[in-house]
C-alpha cells in the first residue's frame, strides 16, 4: 500500500534514508551493479531502468529509487518507485523509500524557484489554478456511453494507445479521457485516470494543476476501491498543500482514514496533516491538541510522532 508522509519528517531522517538505503544485490544485473560500484551512477541507472521494463522486482524498483535518491533526481525517483508500490503493496522498504523520495521533492521545491528534471527542463511549484482556467472537468462529448458498449470501447481505445507516438500528446490524452469518463464501469478507467493525472502535472510546463486534480478527486470519489485510490489521497494531498488550499487539506486529511485502510502510523500521518491545514485555517489550539495526541502514541506512531514534534515546535506558545 502507498503511504505518504507528511511534509515536515525530520531532513536529519531522509538525508540518511536517501543516501544510505539498502539495495539488496539479489536479482539485479551485473552489469549495474559493477557501474554503481565504480561511482557511475547514471550509467548505473540506465541499466537498472532497462531491466525494470523487462521485468519489473522489487529489488529493481528499490536499486532505482535509491539511485535517483543520491543522483538527487528525487521527481524522477519517487515516479520509478510508485508502480512497485502496487505490484508489492507490503513492501515496507519501498513505501519509505518512495515516501522519503516524495518528501526530498517537496523539499526542493519549497527552497528553489524550480525543480530541474532530468530532460533539463523547468517544472513550475505546483500553484492553484487561475480563476476561469480549464479545470479538466469531462465536457459535453465526453458523456458516459451506454453500460453495454463501455468495455469493447475501452479495450479498442486502449489498443489505439499502444499505436500513438510520444509526441502525440493531445491524442494521447483525449483517449484516455474518452477511457476515464466515457467508459467508466470499465476496468480500465481507474488506470487512464492515474495516466492523466501524471500527463497533467509531469508533462506540462508550468503543471496543469487544476486539471490534475480535477482527474484525482474523480479517481477518489468515483473508484474508492481501485489500486490507485490510496495514490490519488496522496497526491491530492500534495496538491493541495503545496497550493495552500487548506480547506481541501482538511477535508482530504479528515476522510481519508475512514476509507483507507491504514496502519497507526499512517492514520496519524493524516491527523499531522489534518493539524498542518488547522494551522493555515488559522486554529492552531485545535491543531496543538490534533498533534499533542500523536505524540502520546510515538510507541506506535514513531514517524507521525517526529512529523507532530516539529509541527508543535512552529506554533506560538
Known sequence: MSRRFPVALLMSVLLTLALAWPCPG??????GKALEKAGKLREALAVFRAALERQPTR????ACGSLCGKLREYDLGRRLVEPGLAAFPDDEGLRKLHALLNEKHRTARATGPADFTTAGT???PVTAAPPGADDG??????TPLPPAEQAGQAKKLQAELRQIQPDEVATYEK??????????TSPLAPD??????NLYLYAQVPPETGKAR???MHLWKNHPKCRWATFAANRLCTVFTEAGQHQDLLDLAREAPTRLVLDP???ACWQCDEARALIGLGQPDAARTILTGVQKTWSTTPVASKVADQLLAGLPK
Do not use: M, N, Q
Open 214 to 216: 480535477t482527474i484525482l
Open 265 to 267: 502510523d499512517e492514520k
Open 59 to 62: 529489488e529493481l524498483y528499490r
Open 175 to 184: 483517449k484516455l479521457r474518452e477511457i476515464l469518463f466515457r467508459c467508466p
Open 122 to 124: 523547468v517544472t513550475a
Open 26 to 31: 539479489a536479482g539485479l544485473p551485473e552489469e
Open 192 to 197: 487512464a485516470g492515474w495516466k492523466l493525472s
Open 137 to 142: 472537468a469531462p465536457g459535453p462529448d465526453e
